[in-house]
């Protein structure tokens, strides 16, 4: 059955198990689609052997929250892109963003 509403998710590469953390909690709730982003501020460099490697974790990670919630649809995994292509994409009617805790933190 087709979900009733799709969300794409744009999310910014972070270090560590907050990426992984990230995807597990977005699949759990729903999410139809999820595109990694590069973004100005982003840390997280990666040659394209090392973002293979990282694309198939996370994928692997989908998979585990899928399994975990009973969820029988996988979220499309999209390639890594900037968040400036990702918006102009996307629309500007149609992103929204929050800011992270790094960037409100005074």
Known sequence: ATQPLSIHLGQVISKGDRMDFV????TELGVSEIT????ERCDVRLNQERMEKKLEHWQKV???????????RLPQLNEPMSLQDWTQRRGQSQVHSAP???????
Not at 36 to 39: D, E, W, Y
Not at 62 to 72: D, K
């Open 62 to 72: 989908i998979t585990s929250a899928c399994e975990q919630c009973g969820r029988n």
């Open 36 to 39: 990694p982003l590069f973004s």
């Open 100 to 106: 992270s805790q790094s960037t409100t933190a005074e």
């Open 23 to 26: 995807l597990q909690k977005a």
